[in-house]
């Protein structure tokens, strides 16, 4: 028991930090809230450094403590600091400010559940936590839009959260268990394909992928910028590292025509995000498919994992170059407006945060030595290692046209005439961007220590 | 026998709330085809349990995280529909038309 | 004796059966004089929203207690600081209703 | 490594320059002037790196790690194939520069670009180690979509992206194959001695399809036909400088991936599927030659013969698969003096168009023009001079590369190399044609905005060039023989 | 033999309280009331709104009788004298009893007028304040009786009264208890003199008959459940186990007709304001008593 405490120690911070903010917000102090969540995250962060290399579970087993969920730590919690401080400048003054933080920081630990689940009922559990606060978060300006997107988050989440429910009734029942470690037994096909499908669902609702992603351009639309940016980042993550959870532990039988559907998964993905986001002319639109898109990479990840050693690596690389970007480009959208007609002339008003834009986007494409190149790098290593070089191939076209998809926001972004005054930006917002574009940069160069850390 | 029928009346409960999900367009209608969903992934749970796996814990255990699951989204959904309702006046989702692209 | 309270509730209670004058009002819902209400299955906003979501988070709560009560003895303490990290959590979830105003009436 | 690093001071110094010329960028004229004086610091520096001696193999390594995990490290490292690759680069961006040193628009971008792109381009040639290789493959693509975007003509925007998306999904198939060779190396590494020294054994279907991918991903930068498509359009819309380096050095990443990467790293596939790259190669000769004959455009002739060139270079290299050593050693030799022949000749040619149109208010038409030779004797004559050496006159630049890989051809397939024969006759032609209807003739006063001929910086900027010509062919021996002693040791 | 004795005793139980309730509201003390009561509502013409929702009109009262009986099958009436015996006993009285909630509402619903409605709805907002202390003080109990069985409930008691060892559930249970048998001074779904009957509104003869029938034998169920989770159950000298039950229940059952006398109606809002501020944190504290307590 006591081990086990130690060993998700991290997670605990986290919820502890949940509460210590909601504890703020009921004082009305959202500004308090604030420096707790930096300080509980930091806290994370930190313990989460320290406890790097421990590989046990807790909870007989429910709870792995592995390189998964250690990075999902590192990555979540200065991501949630983050979004936290775009927050502050979206809605801070509004009430129930504190209240997003703490959702924030609720959602967050949904997320790293999910990252470490070993354990069927830790799965519904991380979609639960992390799609309730989500729909939370997504209502919190409670105007029309806000409402709208939160109500078809609602709807395709709780959906496919039922979903998810019933088809893992049968992993249940065909193993006796809720581990995941008992999915090797004697499985008959039927009931796993229905667990697997509702799994994909499940999961895959949360890290938008293609046929379960409906939801995110109208409810990141709806949700203020921040938010969005949060939902864009830290369900996905979670999603994906638990899919990896799981799909190290497929059975033997089954293990390729379930990798297939995966793949499958992610070249539609992939496809459907990048060629949709062409004709979007509202950049949070335009952000959301393309983070559709970005998941099917992912999806590499939990692909290749268990057949190349560069799976895990790419899982925790992809993650936080992921964070970064994304993060800094709405970051970015958020300081100067939703639109793309709103950047026109950004490079002569603001040429700093125009160059820090032009690098996520840049860094989404997978140009190198960007953060993003250094994930997608290792994520078409995996693929091609892990024998699904078809894979490989559909990625990089696509990776083309999302050179198109963002050069649409680019090339305005330089050669166009400015479309408005030169504005001030908050404090917050230009320390976020700042802080990711170095993370972008860095990445890159810093790729050997997170690919060492997660070995 | 009697697993085999628990199971179908499992699968038929989750095919009426597969069909209510899809087929509403209220939120609250959507909601109660959620929960029957939910139902059926616990009559499953309880009938594995009754007929394959009578010791197992994590099962029962499971039945009451799916319980609370059942709760928990019945309450947030509620909230939303709440807040929906007061802003638009409707919680139809066939209404939802303001975004698009 | 038995039969006999029986049989005298079969008589009135026949008794009661006879047919009545069809007098206006009789057949519709008291309206405090009204003979045409409006009908009454409809919307009402009934005020305590909050108070129903609330609701429905602790008492999935006691299902989780219930087990909890009956094995409580056995396990002491652990079972004690399980439960009061649980319910902290819960309780906080309380207070933050009450202190955003949604314990009072709306 | 107690030495001085003067490959990386060679890589980094253009970067330095950058950020100094964004620092300064209120300031025109500071910041050509920081342009002018890095760009020859750096040529210096890479001469002072080429005195120091570069030997068959690879010579002056600069090794630091990097991703060790993966077996990925910052290596430099010069051999006699890039190292004269090095010096084309830093020649013709001092001479880009010198040209540019016009540009009134945002001249602090332009040139902080420009050395941004100087930086990609040696990182290409300089680096020895797969990911650093590919790192910089692809940032010469971002510098020159913005050289492109910003600077260029009315077609910019897409011919930018034409370019952009085209060479992207070039390099991003350059990348899967050089994963694929990484994952076959036995350990696993990206440094390219190793994968040289033992080639990945990649059995089968997959070698092909790795094949395939590289051979795809260099078709497209070098360009070879089909894949040609988005060269004629970068070219026609960059500015004379873009274009000068474009053709001069981005062109030459493919060819350079073709002998360093394809060649080396995969000899049993590449001569296997050998025919394949001499046939694209016999057909971009043809075929460009025939479509520059076509073209009215001054600017898009001389863009399509670089098709043409690029044509014999990948020619070559294939015949360099097939043939016995002797010959092989003819081939490549050959090939690599076309780079760098080609990287002259036609940078030179691209500076004088952008010349001839900077006179002409932009029109490049040239049945529109005439007399520009008695208009503009320096310009016209030094325009004659660049097609003489362009279709290959002896005594001229392209003369002794050509003429060595015909000769290394001919003990493979003399078919082919007739075949080949076919574009440089028609080469001949169109240049000809050209100085006949453009410089030949009576002046065009209409046409004309500026009477002047060119300006001292314009002879600046192109002199040096057209010496060089003349040096390479007439005195071949001083690069061929680094080039030769390194094609020498190839084994396979 | 016991069940006989029950099954005499307990009726004549109802009737008692039946007359007290009548005091209670009026002041007089009639012992032919109940039967004059019931001869009214047998004789009583029948009139019922013409859209009425059919199915449920006629079941809620039977479903609220359905309940209250439910309730009382699975409480011991004495030693061995259960009609179920559970082991989920205490689960299964607090899931029965929820359905007083459903009949309730279905009542209020089904005659389509607004008062009735109105006290329906208002009952629902009364279930949410008063299920949780009843639940939570219940669940008191079973932790210091290992079981959910109510004889082992009982047999906890053995030495120490529920309601000397944990007064907070106690208190918790009974006002609780009081809300869910909408007594005064809980009675706003029903709520005479302002709601003209609330819930019942349009109930007449013999079905309102079958009501006030359910409702004595709630209130009787009720007691029971006082009785036998706090005040011992069976426990007591000389007398039988049976009878010990019997008094104690009617003693609860008297006082909660007292209290309907001597206090005022608490609206609903506040039923819910209060329960939500001060009766849950109260009731947790209560189950942190005992689990102090059990521990020393």
């Given at each position: 028991m006591k081990q086990d405490l130690i060993a998700i120690l991290p997670q605990l911070v986290v919820l502890a930090t949940a509460m210590a903010v909601l504890c703020f917000e009921m004082l009305g102090r959202p500004r308090g809230g604030l420096i707790t969540l930096a300080t509980g995250m930091l806290a994370a962060t930190a313990l989460g450094i320290a406890w790097m290399g421990r590989e046990t579970t807790a909870f007989s087993g429910t709870f792995r403590v592995d390189t998964l969920s250690h990075w999902a730590i590192l990555i979540l919690c200065p991501s949630a600091i983050l979004v936290a401080l775009l927050a502050r400048s979206e809605v801070g003054g509004r009430p129930r400010e504190g209240t997003l933080y703490s959702l924030l920081v609720f959602s967050t630990l949904g997320s790293a559940i999910l990252a470490g689940a070993g354990d069927l009922m830790f799965l519904v559990l991380g979609v639960l936590l992390n799609g309730l606060s989500g729909f939370a978060l997504a209502a919190h300006p409670k105007d029309d839009p806000s409402s709208e997107g939160a109500m078809k988050y609602f709807i395709y989440g709780s959906v496919t959260g039922a979903i998810m429910t019933f088809g893992l009734a049968y992993w249940v029942g065909m193993t006796?268990?809720?581990?995941?470690?008992?999915?090797?037994g004697p499985m008959e096909p039927l009931p796993y394909a229905l667990g697997f499908i509702a799994l994909l669902a499940g999961l895959g609702y949360a890290a938008s992928l293609f046929p379960f992603h409906f939801w995110t351009p109208d409810t990141f639309e709806g949700a203020p910028v921040s938010v969005a940016a949060f939902l864009s980042v830290t369900p996905k993550i979670g999603a994906i590292f638990a899919l990896a959870q799981v799909t190290t532990q497929l059975p033997d039988a089954f293990r390729q025509v379930s990798l297939l559907l995966l793949a499958l998964v992610a070249a539609a993905s992939m496809t459907f995000g990048n060629v949709v986001a062409l004709?979007?002319?509202?950049l949070v639109r335009l952000l959301a498919y393309s983070t559709v898109a970005q998941s099917g990479y992912f999806l590499l990840g939990p692909i290749a994992i268990g057949h190349s050693p560069l799976a895990l690596p790419t899982l925790v690389v992809f993650g936080i170059a992921y964070a970064a970007m994304n993060l800094g480009a709405f970051a970015i959208v958020l300081a100067h407006g939703r639109t793309i007609d709103a950047l026109h002339g950004l490079g002569r008003r603001h040429p700093w945060a125009a160059a820090a834009l032009t690098v996520f986007l840049l860094s989404l494409v997978g140009i190198p030595p960007l953060a993003g190149f250094a994930g997608k790098f290792l994520l078409f290593g995996a693929a091609l290692d892990a024998g699904f070089g078809w894979l490989a191939v559909i990625a990089i076209l696509n990776s083309a046209i999302s050179l198109a998809v963002y050069l649409r926001i680019i090339h305005p972004v330089y050669f166009k005439p400015p479309s408005g005054p030169k504005r001030d930006i908050a404090m917050p917002l230009r320390v976020t961007w700042a802080t990711c574009l170095f993370l972008t940069l860095a990445a890159g160069l810093g790729m050997q220590w997170m690919i060492a850390a997660a070995r | 026998m009697g697993l085999y029928l628990a199971l179908g009346i499992a699968a038929v409960l989750f095919g009426i709330g597969l069909y209510g999900v899809l087929s509403q367009t209220n939120l609250v209608m959507i909601m109660m085809g959620i929960e029957l969903i939910l139902g059926a992934a616990m009559l499953n749970l309880v009938a594995f349990w009754r007929?394959?796996?009578?010791?197992?814990y994590a099962i029962q255990m499971f039945v009451l995280v799916v319980m609370t699951v059942m709760a928990l989204e019945a309450a947030v959904g509620f909230a939303i529909a709440t807040q929906r309702f007061r802003s638009k006046g409707s919680v139809e989702s066939e209404e939802t038309s303001d975004l698009k692209g | 004796m038995l039969m006999a309270t029986l049989g005298l509730a079969g008589c009135l209670w026949g008794a009661g059966r006879r047919s009545t004058l069809d007098e206006p009002g009789k057949t519709v819902p008291f309206q405090s004089g009204r003979l045409d209400p409006d009908p009454a299955w409809g919307r009402y906003h009934v005020r305590y929203y909050g108070f129903a979501l609330l609701f429905l988070a602790f008492d999935m709560e006691m299902a989780y207690m219930y087990p909890w009560a009956v094995v409580y003895r056995e396990l002491g303490v652990p079972a004690l600081l399980d439960m009061g990290v649980f319910l902290l959590i819960l309780f906080l979830g309380l207070l933050y209703t009450l202190s955003q105003g949604g314990l009072r009436r709306q | 490594m107690n030495t001085l690093p003067l490959l990386s001071l060679t890589l980094f110094l253009p970067l330095l320059g950058a950020v100094l010329a964004l620092l300064s960028r209120q300031q025109p004229k500071r910041c050509h002037a920081i342009a002018v004086v890095i760009s020859t610091v750096t040529l210096v520096l890479a001469v002072l790196a080429g005195l120091r001696g570069v030997g068959p193999g690879f010579t002056q390594i600069e090794e630091a790690a990097w991703i060790p995990s993966i077996g990925a490290a910052y290596r430099l490292g010069v051999d006699g194939f890039s190292y004269p690759l090095v010096l084309l680069t830093s020649v013709l961006f001092l001479g880009s520069f010198i040209f540019s040193a016009k540009i009134r628009d945002h001249p602090g971008s332009f040139v902080a670009v420009g050395l941004f792109l100087e930086m990609a381009c040696l990182g290409v040639f300089l680096s020895l180690d797969l990911v650093l290789f590919y790192v910089f493959f692809e940032l010469t693509l971002v510098g020159m979509y913005f050289v492109i975007s910003k600077w260029g003509h009315e077609g910019r925007k897409k011919a930018a992206l034409l370019f952009f998306l085209y060479t992207l999904v070039g390099s991003l198939f350059l990348l899967l194959g050089l994963l694929s060779l990484y994952l076959h190396s036995e350990p696993r590494t990206f440094d390219m001695r190793a994968l040289i020294a033992a080639p990945p054994a990649i059995g089968g279907q997959l070698a092909a399809l790795t094949f395939g991918a590289l051979l795809l991903a260099f078709a497209i930068k070098t360009p070879l036909v089909p894949f040609h498509t988005w060269l004629p359009a970068a070219h026609t819309e960059a500015p004379a400088a873009g274009s000068a380096i474009l053709a001069g050095i981005l062109l030459k990443l493919g060819a350079y991936g073709f002998i360093r990467i394809s060649l080396q790293m995969m000899p049993e596939t590449f001569r296997e599927h050998a025919w394949i790259v001499i046939t694209l190669g016999v057909i971009s000769a043809i075929y460009g030659a025939l479509v520059a004959l076509a073209q009215t455009d001054l600017k898009r002739m001389v863009a399509y013969t670089s098709v043409n060139h690029m044509g014999y270079l990948v020619f070559g290299v294939g015949i360099a698969a097939l043939a016995a050593p002797q010959a092989r050693g003819f081939a490549l030799t050959g090939a690599s003096l076309q780079m760098i022949s080609h990287g002259i000749v036609t940078g030179m040619l691209f500076l004088l168009v952008g010349a001839v149109s900077d006179r002409t208010g932009g029109r490049r038409e040239m049945p529109a023009m005439s007399g520009l030779l008695r208009s503009f004797p320096k310009l016209g004559g030094l325009f004659v001079f660049g097609s003489f050496a362009s279709l290959g006159?002896?005594?001229?630049?392209h003369f002794p590369a050509e003429f060595q890989i015909f000769l290394g051809g001919f003990n493979v397939s003399p078919w082919a190399v007739a075949a080949i024969l076919l574009g440089l006759v028609l080469t001949a032609a169109l240049y000809l044609r050209a100085i006949q209807t453009a410089f030949m003739g009576e002046p065009n006063p209409g046409l004309l905005r500026r009477r002047d001929d060119l300006t001292a910086r314009e002879l600046w900027a192109i002199v040096p060039l057209a010496a060089l010509t003349l040096a390479v062919g007439v005195f071949p021996g001083w690069i061929t023989s680094l080039i030769h002693a390194t094609a020498e040791r190839l084994q396979f | 033999m016991s069940w006989l004795v029950v099954i005499v005793l307990y009726p004549a139980g109802l009737y008692l309280l039946a007359v007290v309730e009548h005091w209670s509201s009026t002041g007089f003390w009639v012992w032919g009331r109940p039967c004059a009561l019931a001869a009214q509502g047998l004789l009583q013409e029948s009139v019922r709104p013409k859209q009425r929702d059919k199915v449920f009109y006629e079941s809620a009262p039977l479903l609220l009788l359905g309940t209250a009986v439910l309730a009382l099958a699975v409480l011991p009436f004495g030693a061995g004298l259960i009609a179920a015996p559970l082991a989920t006993g205490a689960l299964f009285l607090n899931a029965a009893l929820a359905y007083v909630m459903v009949a309730l509402l279905m009542a209020g619903w089904a005659p389509n007028g607004v008062y009735a409605m109105i006290g329906g709805w208002r009952f629902l907002g009364q279930l949410i304040a008063y299920s949780m202390p009843i639940v939570m003080a219940i669940t008191a109990v079973v932790m210091r009786a290992e079981s959910m069985a109510l004889d082992r409930i009982v047999g906890s008691q053995a030495t120490l009264w529920n309601l000397i060892y944990q007064p907070v559930g106690f208190v918790l249970f009974y006002l609780a208890a009081l809300a869910l048998a909408f007594l005064p001074p809980f009675d706003i779904p029903q709520a005479r003199g302002e709601l003209?009957?609330?819930?019942?509104?349009e109930y007449t003869g013999w079905r309102w008959l079958q009501i006030r029938l359910a409702r004595m034998v709630l209130v009787l169920a009720l007691s029971l459940a006082v009785a036998v989770f706090f005040l011992g159950g069976s426990g007591g000298p000389w007398l039988p186990g049976l009878a010990w039950t019997f008094l104690k229940t009617m003693a609860v059952a008297v006082s909660f007709f007292l209290c309907g006398r001597l206090l005022p109606r608490v609206r609903h809002d506040h039923t819910l304001e209060w329960s939500w501020k001060f009766a849950t944190p109260a009731a947790l504290f209560n189950i942190l008593w005992v689990g102090i307590l059990l521990l020393l």
């Open positions: 006796g268990t809720t581990y995941l470690s008992a999915l090797a004709w979007q002319d509202k | 007929f394959l796996h009578p010791d197992s | - | 006159l002896p005594g001229l630049a | 003209a009957g609330g819930v019942f509104a």
